[in-house]
């Protein structure tokens, strides 16, 4: 069963997946699509109330990633307890975005490591988590269930090859940081064409400099990262581009935060196109280009179901 809350803004995206479960009359079984209630009371607190039966079924609760992070985590922990009290066969946790999880160390001797926090949480009642792109593949450890975190980069790479096929010319992709280095690799090779890094040294006030790593004179560039928060890094890198000689620049991340006026930020920079997925639902508007992962999730959930290998559809 497909669940979400049917207020909620990810209640579209489990539609969608249900009806792509559903739309091949050659697969084993059907699915069906149930909802969740997730109210608050006066004072703040979240309640939730399954309202089908989901006794001795397999749930796949799809959550919204719209929620402020404090609401996100606790609904899941209670909707979890609700299927587990409800008789579920097992619970499915659906997190297209995995809040919690840029905090993945000890930043400093008395601070939390929150992601280990948010994963003791969800895997109390538990038993899985299908989510895309974390912020750091190795915090998966803090989870002791199946952790499916899935890799959205063959969404992007085809959605700029069928809607942008010209920017592909002379093209060459950019790590904003190093620590965006890998990701931008695996885009590079998908694409077949070379990348620079831009190096950026911080102070406490925010990025004091940045150094472009590589020749982008009179090329196209595609700033590559995992998730665009407040953008400041990735505005930056686009005016040293710029600097640099560079001519269209664009940008992609799994993972749209967009906090503030990132969007109004965007629109007046040297940016020519934001691509990101409706990991976190919002629609196209302005230089902000949305890509559908309805696909990828309905097909992994399809493979779970069934006992089938994820890894192979990477490997296509």
Wanted: charged share 25%.
């Amino acid at each position: 069963m497909i669940l979400a809350d049917k207020k909620g803004a990810a209640y579209e995206f489990a539609e969608t997946i249900y009806e792509k479960l559903n739309s091949n009359n050659k697969r084993r079984h059907r699915y069906k699509l149930g909802h969740v209630d997730v109210e608050k009371f006066s004072d703040g607190e979240i309640y939730a109330e399954i309202k089908d039966s989901v006794r001795g079924r397999d749930c796949f609760f799809i959550q919204d990633s719209k929620m402020t992070p404090q609401d996100w985590l606790v609904s899941i922990g209670i909707v979890n307890d609700a299927l587990m009290r409800s008789g579920a066969k097992t619970i499915n946790d659906v997190l297209p975005y995995h809040k919690y999880m840029r905090q993945d160390r000890r930043a400093a001797p008395r601070s939390p490591i929150t992601a280990k926090v948010a994963a003791d949480m969800i895997q109390t009642y538990g038993n899985s988590v299908i989510t895309t792109d974390v912020h750091n593949a190795a915090t998966e450890s803090a989870y002791r269930i199946p952790f499916e975190n899935l890799k959205a980069f063959s969404y992007i790479i085809n959605q700029i090859k069928e809607r942008h096929p010209d920017f592909l010319e002379n093209t060459i992709l950019m790590a904003p940081d190093a620590n965006s280095a890998k990701n931008t690799e695996i885009y590079a090779r998908k694409l077949g064409v070379g990348m620079a890094i831009a190096h950026k040294v911080r102070d406490k006030s925010g990025i004091d400099s940045m150094t472009l790593i590589g020749n982008v004179k009179d090329k196209n560039v595609l700033i590559v990262d995992d998730m665009i928060d407040t953008g400041g890094t990735m505005r930056t890198a686009a005016e040293k581009i710029k600097e640099g000689g560079g001519r269209n620049i664009y940008a992609c991340a799994t993972h749209g935060l967009f906090s503030g006026d990132a969007r109004k930020a965007f629109e007046a920079s040297e940016l020519e196109k934001i691509i990101v997925t409706n990991s976190i639902p919002q629609k196209s508007a302005g230089k902000i280009e949305v890509v559908p992962l309805e696909g990828l999730f309905s097909e992994v959930i399809y493979r779970m179901s069934h006992g089938e290998s994820i890894s192979e559809m990477y490997q296509k």
